[in-house]
């Protein structure tokens, strides 16, 4: 197709118009906008012409149409090839729009010419601009906006007068020769034009910019003589070293505000505000830099930051260094996951900075100093950042999508783990290229080459290849010279090296379980020593643990120094092995360590058994008696030796006692501690210094005491020495004949059956303190909290009776000390804070309470969880009474009070003191008496009007108060018809509220009934004040009588008056009311206090809205720090990564069916009462389509989408704007309601005014950036998410989003290029805005995508603090203000380190529904609650484990970032910060007084697929180096802490699994082979009953149901342990006892196949609700192998187990071994259908099993997905083995192995072997199933050759095979005794033998299909698939045809739905169709 081009552009056609278009117009024009948003982007910078267009089209078409033709002609100037992606359409749809709208808008146009009509529209403008700069009316983004569209009209109209040769604009006219007065900004508005905004008129903002823009005494740059009006530090840095403008343009705004902020807090205040305080610089730069300076002091080179001498010029020189390493940081992108390489830039950068600043001269040149890779905007990131970047991009490719090993390839670590060597120097500055660092790939002949290095071949460098003289001369050169030893300096760039791939560095991840050993050696080696002990004392026969000091049994208890010595070769043997592959790049002296503590090791396992058998056979002891008898002590050779072995032990213990010592050995310089922590550790740079003061070491170290002492205790007498005399028992046994053909007859001592009965209780043994660490964690976890005050107010109830105290807690806790009271509040104990009264809270504190806490109420109200009504329940009144700091209390309080009240008072005989104390004696019921009295006279002060009625009333209430003065009302008034007065006063109250004037009438009767029911029925003395309606003179003096007054001079004083009845007067009321706010308040309150039925514990109906409040109330009784005020809080962001994941819900799919769902029902049935609320709002009684974006969000919120998650984040800004109006608000101003003061925005037209200083504020100190992965893909393809992103932005126009471009540009070599860039986004006018762009060396998303998307987006964030939120979290306003109080646990530390990541407590909103949805609810709920907190403290082990987190974010931006991002290694991203955190002495704790919403995946399915993805991560955690340092070098007791809260509680859950399979296979051994029967006869004739409990002994393993403890202590301390202990009976009714020994399979499964053959990776779980159905081809796919497989191999070692035991034993502990394996047999087979919806509905299984059958028998191939096929499933499953090693492989074979016992053992059982022991039986077998095979094989090719052509001779054939088979059957059952039962047992033996060939074969897979046998493997599976799929389908079909069964599922799976009386089947698969 030929491209449409406009014509010649030298030609014009007249004045009047543009030449014409080469396509034929269209007539007619139709005005609407074109899509200015979705557009190529290569063509971003046309967009303005576009949006202007559409802008000013309504009024100027013409114009609109002539600035589409200019950015048509643009797009064509810029890309006339249309070569970028989306360009051709682009162009044709535009040149489309402009063919139809020429004639129109030509027609339409006011004036004679194009020009003319352009000049005056831009006159307008640019008028409409200069006058809009003068009014401080304007907004920015208004003027903004003028400014865009000005300037386009000018750019147009410039075009076509240059075109048409037409006049110029006069002097001054042109909008551009003025300088940009308004340009995009983030937070701060650095231009002039922002000068007078509010936050730039902060004083701190003002210090900083100054010191900023302080370039006074600088050096000009070469390229920059001429220095601008605004040129600030970072400019001049820009000039000198080249980075971006979009760059430094975003970190001046960064390093503004960190100085900002810093400033601001500083103690004692500056005396100049306006002047940045040196300390804040200082404070500054020790956070920036002291990871740079720890480098420095570790590489034993000094630092580059040097300063001049000139005081005046040094905070200059500190902020410029700061400003670098920012700069460097900000413009470095993968980089930044390096630290150290950002060390080495900034240091030889710093260098060069001084030599600038200083003027200095090199001594090497001779020359200035001046900066390498000065030149041009992007010198910095082409010359430094794009070659590192190009390494890791390289090696990161090595990867080949996580399935290539871990040592073929150098991730991110290992890449920055070079810069931890004084080597990297050896880089030198400028960078050679040519260094062996840049070299990435590895050639065959065993060296490597780079590609841009294989060109240069003739270069002849050599790099790191020394010779062994060299090494060893170098060697010992620097022993001599300690220093540049332990520098490990290397400064030999003068000799030639070997040019290779450098390799891994430090560490290389290998799989294998035996990293496990190698990380936590120590623990392993205390285990099996302690073991050992037992052993020996069990042997002896000791009853107690501490009875060992016998001579004897001291000396064989000794011998575990021999067994110690042999470990500890083996462990340094395993470091040398695994280390070996990154020999190369490791310094001598870490080889000399590894040499010499190999040859240690191997001494001492040499010396001591010689010594110990030397001391056993000549024994001279010196023997001492002790008085107590308890035993003899004997002294030997060997003992001394002992001694001198432990030596260097008995050094560690005493440091562990002493951690500052240990922390100063290893990170301290000197020359000794060198040499010692050379010895102890590796010398790295990380994981020194790690230790815990003292008070946390005794902690932690009584936890773990009592913890091993009752695990040894318990394993002792329960484990291990019920076994000791039935081993000898069986030791002693002699077996003679075997029912087998035994292998090794003449082993002794029968091993095989003690191996057998030992290896469970051995399994047990290393497992069970995974146990006794739950226990502990329940103990002591449960007791932190109750001192933290968990669960002080969890109902309703409790909070109405703990209410009033809230405001002084709130006081306390939540409202900033003035600064006269804060050394007070400091030094004030925790428990007179709580016991503060609300009459102590300060003047204004209560009137502070009720804001915030009606706020909270409100945030419910749009949320929906509350209806009006109880709003208005729930409302704290706004009165002058709080500035006295007495509070009005809520509604919901005072609820039946009154009724309680007036009951009282009516049936009540006695004196008034008794029935005032009576009712005083709660108050809420005298509040509520006293508030409906005060306002019943307020309301009839307004109402009554005549003077008669006024004299009246008063003279009622002066006898009622009197009376209550005397205490004599129970003798004036008779109290019986209170309540008949009550009902008159609601209706009279009623109809006062409805306030209509028809109701007059109405008033007036229920007035004079009140009236007469107080004057005739209730008065004693009532005739008096009836006489007064007679009287017809006014009583003296009565014009100064008022309502509640009265003169008691003329008390009967009257003159009879004709007059209207009372009150019925047109002057007697006042009736409509007046119609103010305060008084409709008023009667409304006075309403609810009168006809509220509801308790205080009924309201409100919500349970979520229950917990918030109960939670709330309980977070302001803990102990946090106090709250600053806003301005001096600390500053912090919000960072959420996004994907791909929906933002909002569309019309469409909220309509649409999910499995037969529409969204919005489905949220309709869940949510019945928020749907109710939310329509109420919506102010209709059923839903209609006016507001369809109501209803959107409305769903969306209660989903897991993005939208939820801004709205929760957005608190965080309403909260601190209100925090702050309360912190600057005056007395009056706080009375007056908030949303007033709010919405008076610029109400004196001043950005100084109130609401404007609170939105600066709230810029100051809060930042929210969403990192969009895909924002830029999804707009140009025109995806919907891009759409509701830009609304999410509009709506919350504070949020930022940061996303990735990728643009195509033609590079210089012509070619097509991808240039991608990192972008900043805002929303104004409705359109998106662009902020800051920073290019990119390349496409960032290298490593996994996560940590990367928050890696591009971290440089926008802003603050000291970062917290970082998934999408899938939700915030609460009651919460966002607690935030500063968090934000302080980073300055409140006492004697310890101040945190670096601080963690927060989680709340699972998604479990409210479904049974399975509970479950993981509470599990989750447990982990971040009561395990972390046990984590935090004592043992201080926790780290990070995703969101929300709280990341100090200084501290982490200059070590590495908030995640790691290495491909597959750094799977589980979340929980490596907090390894790396923890490595570089950071310090993480964790606080429960506020919580964040979190959703959990609710359907099983999803849960899976979650677990195996953590699963996964845990694996790779296992081989990595973070996990083998932190083993390494943390202490022993928090190395076990750390072991089984991380890989160890993965590992464990495998080896419980592994138990069972030790146990069965045991037994099977026994039972098979004879051993068990005949040992068992033999036991019980020599009465030993001990036997048969412990082969039973297996029955004990707890199979993942003591998880359950830590979730049972966690609910009784939340909501109380009666609702404990109901909740756990009622999840084990459902089945939770299922789901949890399921998971259990997962975990093993997923965690024990990824560290044998990798193939860990992310695995979406989609967030479906939890009725999705899943059908049973994706049960089968999903769980096939890690569930069905191993349990089918469970049952059939059971049956097998059981069949064979029955004839001879049949013990109760047999009984019960077998059936808790069975009932994991039954959870792992049949837990996925159970726990899926309508799993047994015939309908579903009719569908399942056509889908099924489909699924088995449809072809794979290349594009078949797996859900299509089973072939393809089949080749994706093993995957995994193509990828694997020769080891793994191995190890896969041997495990196969175990499917042959079957065989070999029941083989011999045969009838038909006639009890043939012979080893020919079992060779015969072969031969059967080797004639199975090929029967298999002939049918098979039969098939393929015969079944097409020859159909008829096919079926005879395989008739005559039947035939055949069947007369070898029937033969051998008349002539060799075959048996039914004997095809029985042949199936038990040979099917497992068919499935372990199949895994060998799959093993083997290259050399099955050599041999052309991968077809019949093929086959084989199938048939092996189809048939395990007919076993679980058969029992599913059988059960789904009873309709209990289904309805049970249902009941026990939505049990929560039904406790709730929602309406599930409604929304269930399968059953909504049918209604």
Known sequence: MMEIVPADSSHVRNRNSLRPLSRARTAGYVPQPFDSEKLPQTLINIRDFLRVA????????????????????????????????????????????????????????????????LKCLYQKYADIFKHGGESASASREQLMSLYVIASVLLEVWKTVTSEAGLEKLASGEDIEEKPELYVPYNILPLDPGGAQQAIMQLPEIKAAVAAVQNIRGLPLAENHQKPRAFLDLLDWLRYWFGFQEGNVVNQREHLILLLANIHVRQIPKPASMSKLDERAVDELMKKVFKNYKHWCKFLGRKNNLWLPSVKQEVQQYKILYTGLYLLIWGEASNLRLMPECLCYIFHHMAYELFGVLSGAVSLVTGEKILPEYRGGSESFLYSVVTPIYDVVKKEAERNRSGTAEHSKWRNYDDLNEFFWSPDCFQLGWPMRLDHNFF???????????????????????????????EEIRSFWHRFRSFDRMWAGSRDTEDEDFERKWLGKTNFVEIRSFWHLFRSFDRMWTFFI??????????????????????????????????????????????????????????????????IMKLVTAATWTIILPIYYVDSRRNSSCSTKRFRSGVGEWCFSSYMATVAIYLLSN???????????????????????????????????????????????????????????????????????????????????????????????????????????????????????????????CTLFGGVYGMFHHLGEIRTMGMLRSRFQSLPSAFNVRLIPPSSRKEHETNVSSFLQKKIRKVSEIGKNSAAKFAQVWNQIISSFRSEDLISNREMDLLTIPLSSELSAGSIRWPVFLLATKLSTALDMARDFVGKDEHLYRKIKKDDYTYDAVVECYESLKNILDFLVMGELEKRIMADIIYAVEESMNRSSLLVDFKMSELPVLCENCIELVKLLFENKEAHKDKVVRLLQDVFEVVTKDMMINGSRILNLISCSHPLEGDAAISLGKHDPKHPDSCVPKHEPELFSSSDGICFPLPNTDQLKQQMKRLLLLLTTKETAMDIPVNLEARRRISFFATSLLMDMPAAPKVRNMLSFSVLTPYYMEEVNFSKDELHSSQDWVPIIFYMQTIYPDEWKNFLERMGCDSWNEHNVEELRNWASFRGQTLSRTVRGMMYYRKALKLQAFLDMAEDEDILESYKG??????????????????????????????????????????????????????????????YIEEKEELGGDKKVKKVYSSILIKAMNKLEQE????????????????????????????????????????????????????????????????????????????????????????????????????????????????????????????????????????????????????????????????????????????????????????SEQTLSRDIYRLGRRFDFLRMLSCYFTTVGFYFNTLISVLGVYIFLYGQLYLILSGLEKALLTEARMQDIKSLETVLASQSFIQLGLLTGLPMLMEIGLEKGFRTALSDFILMQMQLAA????????????????????????????????????????????????????KGFELMLLLIIYNSFRQSHQNSMNNVLAAYSIWFMVGTWLFAPFLFNPSGFEWQKVVEDWKDWNKWIKNQGGIGVQQNKSWESWWNEEQTHLKHSGLGARIVEILLSIRFFIYQYGLVYHLDISQENKNFLVYVLSWVVIGTIFLIVKVLDEGREWLSTRFHLLFRIFKAVLFLGVLSIIITLFVICKLSMIDLFVCSLAFLPTGWGLLSIAQAVRPRIEKFGLWDSVQVLSQAYDYGMGLLLFAPLAALSWLPVISDFQTRFLFNPAFNRHLQIETILPGKHKQM
């Open 1331 to 1514: 902020i800051y762009r920073v290019r990119l060396p390349g496409p960032p998303f290298i490593g996994e995508g996560k940590p990367e998307n928050q890696n591009q987006a971290i440089i926008f964030t802003r603050g000291d603090a970062l917290q970082t939120i998934d999408m899938n979290q939700d915030n609460y306003m009651e919460e966002a203000f607690k935030m500063r109080n968090v934000l302080q646990e980073f300055l409140r530390h006492h004697a310890e380190r101040p945190p670096t990541i601080i963690g927060l407590r989680e709340h699972i909103f998604t479990g409210s529904v479904s049974s399975l949805a509970g479950f993981m609810s509470y599990q989750e709920t447990s982990f971040v609650t009561i395990g972390q907190r046990l984590l935090a403290d004592p043992l201080r082990v926790r780290f990070h484990y995703g969101h929300p987190d709280l990341f100090d974010r200084v501290f982490h931006l200059t070590r590495g970032g908030i995640s790691k991002a290495s491909k597959t290694i750094n799977l589980s991203e979340d929980v490596f910060a907090g390894f790396n955190s923890t490595l570089r002495r950071g310090y993480i704790t964790y606080r429960e007084y506020m919580q964040v919403g979190k959703g959990r995946d609710v359907g099983l399915n999803q849960v899976t697929k979650f677990e195996a993805k953590v699963a996964n991560g845990n």
């Open 529 to 594: 020593l302690a073991l050992q002990v037992l052993i020996i004392m069990a042997w002896h026969g000791l009853g107690s643990l501490f009875q060992f000091v016998d001579a004897t049994i001291f000396e064989d208890i000794m011998s575990i120094f021999i067994t110690s010595a042999i470990l500890r070769l083996v462990q340094v043997t395993f470091d040398i092995i695994f280390t070996w592959k990154a020999r190369h790049s490791m310094h001598f002296s870490q080889i000399l360590r590894y």
């Open 650 to 776: 008995a050094v560690g213990m005493v440091l562990f006692f002493i951690p500052a010592i240990s922390s100063h050995i290893e990170t301290s310089n000197w020359r000794i501690c060198s040499i010692l922590s050379w010895w102890a550790q590796p010398q790295q740079y990380v994981g020194r210094g790690m230790q815990e003061r003292q008070v946390s070491v005794l902690k932690y170290t009584f936890f773990w005491g009592l913890l091993l002492f009752s695990k040894f205790s318990f394993s002792y007498h329960f484990q291990l020495k019920p076994l000791v005399e039935p081993t000898k028992q069986i030791m002693r046994i002699g077996v003679s004949k075997y029912e087998w053909h035994e292998l090794f007859p003449k082993v002794k001592s029968n091993a095989g059956a003690i191996v057998a009965v030992w290896a469970p209780i051995i399994i047990v043994y290393f497992m069970d303190t995974q146990i006794w660490y739950s226990i502990f």
């Open 1237 to 1298: 003061i709010e919405g008076e925005h610029d109400r004196k037209n001043s950005q100084l005014s109130l609401s404007a200083q609170q939105d600066a504020l709230a810029d100051l100190k809060f930042t929210y950036v969403i990192s969009c992965q895909m924002l830029g893909a999804q707009k140009a393809s025109g995806d919907s998410r891009a759409k509701d992103i830009l609304e999410l932005m509009i709506k919350y126009p504070s949020v930022r989003v940061a």
């Open 1634 to 1685: 299922v789901f949890f020994t399921f998971s259990l399979g997962t975990k093993c499964h997923y965690y024990g196949r990824t560290i044998l053959h990798g193939g860990a990776k992310y695995r979406p779980t989609g967030r479906k609700f939890v009725v999705f159905h899943a059908s049973f081809t994706e049960n089968y796919r999903l769980y096939s192998r890690s569930h069905f497989v």
């Open 54 to 117: 559409n802008e000013i089209e309504s009024e100027s078409p013409r114009a609109a149409y002539l600035c589409r033709f200019h950015a048509f002609e643009r797009a064509h100037s810029e890309d006339s090839t249309s070569s970028g992606r989306g360009v051709r359409q682009f162009k044709t749809s535009l040149l489309k729009r402009l063919e139809q709208d020429e004639n129109a808008t030509l027609l339409m146009r006011k004036e004679k010419s194009d020009a003319r009509e």
């Open 439 to 469: 070299i990435t790939s590895e050639c065959k002949d065993g060296h490597t080459a780079n590609a841009k290095d294989t060109k240069d071949e003739d270069r002849g460098r050599k790099w790191l290849g020394k010779t062994n003289f």
